[in-house]
């Protein structure tokens, strides 16, 4: 029959399709190719992530 496969295995890897699909539209709409915005992103999140570390694990 095939009825599990046709309607359960088959919907499961068509949204994972469709998930990854998504996200390469929602990534392609942020890359820009502006090295500078992509270093202040990075030395944000680091500074961040310090910030964070020494107010609450030191």
């Keep these: 029959n095939g009825l599990f496969d046709n309607h359960v295995v088959d919907w499961l890897v068509n949204k994972i399709a469709d998930t990854t699909f998504e ?6 709409k942020v890359q820009t190719g502006n090295i500078n915005g992509y270093l202040y992103v990075i030395l944000g ?13 030191s």
């Design 45 to 57: 999140a680091v500074l961040l992530a310090m910030i964070i570390k020494l107010r609450y694990w």
């Design 23 to 28: 996200a390469g539209d929602r990534f392609r």
